[in-house]
């Protein structure tokens, strides 16, 4: 068995790793003695463990690379696996996929406690570590999507720099000069939307792009939800389904006692739907007052995971959502809520009206720290934001 495992693991380490870090790379503390990186299909959990093994001075038999989804491995245990390896001499594992794995926050304790030896490991990311004990002695990583700064790097192979949300609250007019001095950004972002949310679009047309896409979707569905949530592969089509109406309707109108009549599922199970597909990247859950870890509270807002899936899901896709979603996938690490007065508030602090060029001022124009965030300008004024600069905050 070791063997196998072995020569798989060659033949992943001798491939050609991409160059290109993402910003996340760099946030790593890879002294760490267990890594997890959770996040979407497609985001690029895969390339960051090969991007670390590969940058580790150690020699190639003390480094293993195992994606537990090979057909090789599943009768074998992570600890079975990490004793074997432990006494070959191994120093650093990397598991690939591991929600594959059952008791995998019980092996990994274990792992933890009994063997010297590094582990990075990357998940679905509706996985999540129940064990308080696991969680004291893991450090866990969500991947997000790329932003349209890493997009562009990608895309132009050109360095820009990445904003805090204070400094392009504060500092955007100078900031989009700077930038629009260089490329204009509104050609790209248009770009973007359509096909950058996730790295291979570098390996993609557009059409394979889709397909490419679509596949993300249904092994999301597919390979991990129904897995980890238990759901009856029965109801993979209403799952499917409920991605659709949610992505051709307005942010925020949908009715959840229609949608179940709709989709012909109960209420309860329809709660428990939205929430997979929420923990599987697929969407977006907005609440202006979430009660603990309630499933059963109807959420104020439900939108895309990205703007990329529209482009999949829709015929006809609804601008106002597409350009929510951008927004608030750019956010993915502050504190963002419903807001009740403009769109959303960030930290409890930043309230944000989003729109066309047309959009005014009025539903928040008593409001502190309010801002207006507007599609299709190159550079803003006062408290107008290009939307496109979010996309500079990581």
Same mark, same amino acid.
């Not at 760099?26 to 959990?45: C, R, T, Y």
């Not at 400094?167 to 629009?180: T, Y």
């Not at 009206?353 to 801002?371: A, C, D, L, V």
């Given at each position: 068995m070791f063997d196998k495992i072995k020569y798989y693991s060659s033949l992943f380490l001798s491939?050609?790793?991409?160059?290109?870090?993402?910003?996340?790379?760099?946030?790593?503390?890879?002294?760490?003695?267990i890594i997890g990186l959770k996040g979407a299909k497609g985001v690029g959990k895969t390339t960051i463990i090969h991007q670390y093994l590969n940058s580790v001075d150690i020699p190639l038999n003390e480094k293993l690379y195992v994606s537990l989804d090979n057909p090789i491995v599943e009768e074998y245990s992570l600890l079975d696996i990490v004793e074997i390896a432990y006494k070959k001499g191994v120093k650093l594992i990397a598991f690939d996929e591991i929600h594959h794995k059952k008791d995998f926050e019980r092996e990994l304790k274990s792992i933890y406690d009994f063997f010297d030896i590094q582990v990075v490991f990357s998940g679905s990311s509706a996985i999540a570590l129940s064990s308080s004990d696991l969680s004291r002695r893991a450090v866990i990583y969500d991947i997000p999507v790329l932003s349209l700064r890493e997009f562009l790097e990608l895309r132009l192979k050109d360095k820009f720099d990445y904003f805090d949300l204070e400094s392009i609250l504060n500092n955007h007019e100078k900031?989009?000069?700077?930038?629009?001095?260089?490329?204009?950004?509104?050609?790209?972002?248009?770009?973007?939307?359509?096909?950058?949310?996730?790295?291979?679009f570098l390996e993609s047309s557009q059409d394979t792009y889709i397909l490419k896409l679509l596949e993300v979707i249904n092994k999301t569905i597919e390979s991990e !939800?129904?897995?980890?949530? @238990? *759901?009856?592969?029965?109801?993979?089509?209403s799952l499917k389904k409920l991605l659709v109406v949610l992505c051709e309707n307005p942010p925020g109108s949908f009715n959840i006692t229609a949608l179940s009549r709709e989709i012909g599922i109960n209420l309860r199970t329809l709660y428990n739907y939205i929430e997979a597909l929420h923990k599987g990247k697929l969407i977006h859950l907005l609440y202006y007052n979430k009660k603990g870890n309630a499933i059963l509270?109807?959420?104020?807002?439900?939108?895309?995971?990205?703007?990329?899936?529209?482009?999949? !899901?829709?015929?006809?896709? @609804? *601008?106002?959502?597409?350009?929510?979603?951008?927004?608030v996938s750019q956010l993915n690490e502050y504190n963002i809520r419903y807001s009740k007065y403009g769109d959303y508030i960030i930290d409890d602090k930043y309230v944000f009206e989003i729109g066309g060029k047309r959009k005014t001022k009025r539903q928040i124009k008593n409001i502190k720290n309010s801002y207006l965030v507007i599609d299709d300008e190159e550079i803003g004024s006062d408290n107008r934001i290009p939307l496109w600069l979010f996309g500079f905050l990581y």
């Amino acid at each position: 068995m070791f063997d196998k495992i072995k020569y798989y693991s060659s033949l992943f380490l001798s491939s050609k790793v991409p160059e290109y870090k993402r910003s996340i790379y760099h946030k790593i503390d890879f002294k760490e003695k267990i890594i997890g990186l959770k996040g979407a299909k497609g985001v690029g959990k895969t390339t960051i463990i090969h991007q670390y093994l590969n940058s580790v001075d150690i020699p190639l038999n003390e480094k293993l690379y195992v994606s537990l989804d090979n057909p090789i491995v599943e009768e074998y245990s992570l600890l079975d696996i990490v004793e074997i390896a432990y006494k070959k001499g191994v120093k650093l594992i990397a598991f690939d996929e591991i929600h594959h794995k059952k008791d995998f926050e019980r092996e990994l304790k274990s792992i933890y406690d009994f063997f010297d030896i590094q582990v990075v490991f990357s998940g679905s990311s509706a996985i999540a570590l129940s064990s308080s004990d696991l969680s004291r002695r893991a450090v866990i990583y969500d991947i997000p999507v790329l932003s349209l700064r890493e997009f562009l790097e990608l895309r132009l192979k050109d360095k820009f720099d990445y904003f805090d949300l204070e400094s392009i609250l504060n500092n955007h007019e100078k900031i989009a000069f700077d930038i629009i001095s260089k490329i204009r950004p509104l050609k790209y972002f248009e770009e973007y939307i359509k096909f950058g949310a996730y790295p291979f679009f570098l390996e993609s047309s557009q059409d394979t792009y889709i397909l490419k896409l679509l596949e993300v979707i249904n092994k999301t569905i597919e390979s991990e !939800l129904l897995y980890l949530f @238990n *759901i009856d592969i029965k109801n993979i089509h209403s799952l499917k389904k409920l991605l659709v109406v949610l992505c051709e309707n307005p942010p925020g109108s949908f009715n959840i006692t229609a949608l179940s009549r709709e989709i012909g599922i109960n209420l309860r199970t329809l709660y428990n739907y939205i929430e997979a597909l929420h923990k599987g990247k697929l969407i977006h859950l907005l609440y202006y007052n979430k009660k603990g870890n309630a499933i059963l509270q109807k959420p104020d807002k439900v939108l895309l995971d990205n703007p990329n899936l529209f482009n999949v !899901l829709c015929q006809d896709k @609804n *601008i106002g959502a597409t350009r929510e979603s951008f927004f608030v996938s750019q956010l993915n690490e502050y504190n963002i809520r419903y807001s009740k007065y403009g769109d959303y508030i960030i930290d409890d602090k930043y309230v944000f009206e989003i729109g066309g060029k047309r959009k005014t001022k009025r539903q928040i124009k008593n409001i502190k720290n309010s801002y207006l965030v507007i599609d299709d300008e190159e550079i803003g004024s006062d408290n107008r934001i290009p939307l496109w600069l979010f996309g500079f905050l990581y």
